[in-house]
């Protein structure tokens, strides 16, 4: 590694005499960077998937704002544990299953996901009970331990008693199966939740909050900043800079990842050796909260 690329990953450094337009594609690229709060939420799903079988098996509800992070640290989670062969080599374990969940609170429709993501054939047609039917033999086999259910906040589309009718499905597979069932979605999610009290304590609230400015943000940019090609470290821990970050990704992973990226593509199309806090007046960017207000006129 050359001395000018210590400020960079080791993979990152190899990208510096690369054509910019290679540069930029490795700069977007989807990436997992670790902080503090993922670690405990991982750390907590992984106690929940070691949990041994019994009638009440306990469940999650990850639950925060748009863009800030969930659907990653849930495929994060599976990637840490992922299908692998049975011991007795005829058929795959599958420990996590992540599926999104339907677009509205209908159980049909709910088994039709399952069994597309199963790969199950069936018709659309099919009695729901068959379809529950197939679905469950199908988690047995393949010793399904948790369901991640993202989205859930597609649910709120339906009458009140729907969204109960679907919590009680979903209450029920979780006895049935003797399965984790987490469930993803947005504060709103929560609240539906959190109104039925027989299904808020199975499904306990875990929130990933927006980020405070803080040194975990500050470590969060330092990060970042490793996986971005640039021959010149850009610092984008150091105050002004961070804290102009702050300000316009208001706080969300999603919103500072984004601008990041296209502040070093920018620098890369110019041709700077870095980052610097003029370079993100090159980047066409609205805040998020006034990209909703722009919405609403
Ligand atoms: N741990 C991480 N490391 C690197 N980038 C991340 C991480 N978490 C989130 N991001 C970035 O933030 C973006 C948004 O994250 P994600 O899609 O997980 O948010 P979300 O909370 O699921 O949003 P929504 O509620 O809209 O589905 C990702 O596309 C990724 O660029
Ligand atoms: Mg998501």
Not at 18 to 45: D, Q, V
Not at 72 to 77: H, K, N, Q, S
Not at 135 to 154: A, C, P, S, Y
Request: with cysteine; aromatic share 6%; proline share 6%.
């Amino acid at each position: 590694m050359n001395s000018q690329a210590e400020h960079l990953s080791e993979e990152t450094s190899s990208q510096l005499d690369k054509s910019p337009e290679e540069r930029k594609e490795f700069i977007r690229l989807a990436r997992w960077i670790g902080y503090p709060r993922a670690a405990e939420i991982l750390k907590h799903m992984g106690e929940l998937l070691r949990y041994p079988p019994k009638p009440r098996m306990p469940g999650m509800l990850l639950a925060g704002e748009t863009n800030n992070g969930k659907t990653t640290l849930v495929e994060r989670f599976s990637r840490l544990h992922p299908a692998y062969d049975s011991t007795d080599g005829e058929s795959i374990e599958h420990p996590v299953l992540i599926i999104r969940a339907p677009e509205e609170p209908d159980d049909g429709r709910f088994w039709n996901v399952l069994l597309n993501r199963l790969f199950a054939p069936y018709k659309l047609n099919d009695h729901v009970d068959k379809k529950r039917a197939q679905v469950i033999q199908i988690m047995r086999r393949i010793r399904v331990k948790m369901l991640v259910i993202d989205e859930i906040h597609n649910i709120l589309v339906g009458t009140v008693s729907k969204q109960r009718q679907f919590l009680v499905t979903l209450k029920n597979l979780t006895n049935d199966l003797q399965i984790v069932i987490v469930l993803v979605g947005t504060q709103e999610a929560m609240n539906a939740i959190s109104s039925d009290p027989q299904i808020v304590n199975r499904f306990p609230a875990v929130v990933l909050h927006r980020w405070q400015f803080d040194d975990n943000f500050r470590r969060l940019l330092a990060s970042f900043e490793r996986l971005l090609p640039l021959p010149e470290p850009s610092r984008l821990a150091d105050e002004d800079t961070a804290k102009r970050i702050f300000h316009l990704s208001e706080g969300l992973i999603g919103e500072t990842a984004t601008l990041v990226t296209e502040a070093a593509c920018r620098a890369v199309d110019q041709d700077l050796a870095k980052i610097t806090v003029k370079t993100f007046d090159l980047v066409e960017w609205t805040r998020p909260s006034e990209r909703r207000s722009v919405r609403a006129l």
